[in-house]
């Protein structure tokens, strides 16, 4: 059974730097970027992937059109949104697409708890995921 990989795609290398140390020991490694190009690379691997999609990347897309990307490069990536200026027509948009998740950039105690149990629970769906069914 293979671990997920987390990837933190956020334009703020401080933020990518806090997420990633919270979240180190929910998968086989986490990586970080602050670039969609360098996210979609990633994503062409074809692995389990869980992101945790943050405020921005550099390259300036709006949600809609990176969760596009990103499902596209790899449709069984899991998608949790942590970002905090999101329009509601943006959030129904990406939730139509497939977004796992959405919250807030974790700023607090509850934030963090919040994300952090988002993660462990998108381990489960894509270990349940690629476990082997026996039929008797």
């Known amino acids: ?7 933190i795609a956020a334009d703020n290398p401080v933020s990518r730097s806090r ?4 979240l180190a020991d929910k998968a086989r490694s986490v990586e970080c970027t602050g670039s969609a190009a360098c996210l979609m690379d990633s994503l ?3 692995g389990p992937f869980i992101v945790i999609l943050g405020d921005g990347l550099e390259e300036g897309l709006s949600v809609v059109q990176l969760v596009t990307l990103l499902k596209s490069c790899n449709p069984r990536a899991t998608i949790i949104l942590a970002a905090d200026d999101v ?3 943006e959030e129904v948009k990406v ?3 497939g977004l796992f998740f959405r919250t807030t950039c974790p700023v607090n105690a509850l934030g963090w708890e919040e994300l952090q149990l988002a993660v462990e629970c998108a381990c489960k769906k894509v270990l349940q995921g690629t476990m ?3 039929v008797h």
């Open 87 to 89: 329009s509601p027509t």
């Open 95 to 97: 939730r139509q697409q």
């Open 44 to 46: 062409l691997r074809g």
């Open 132 to 134: 082997p069914v026996h």
């Open 19 to 22: 997420m990633a140390r919270v």
């Open 1 to 7: 059974m293979q671990q997920p990989e987390i990837i």
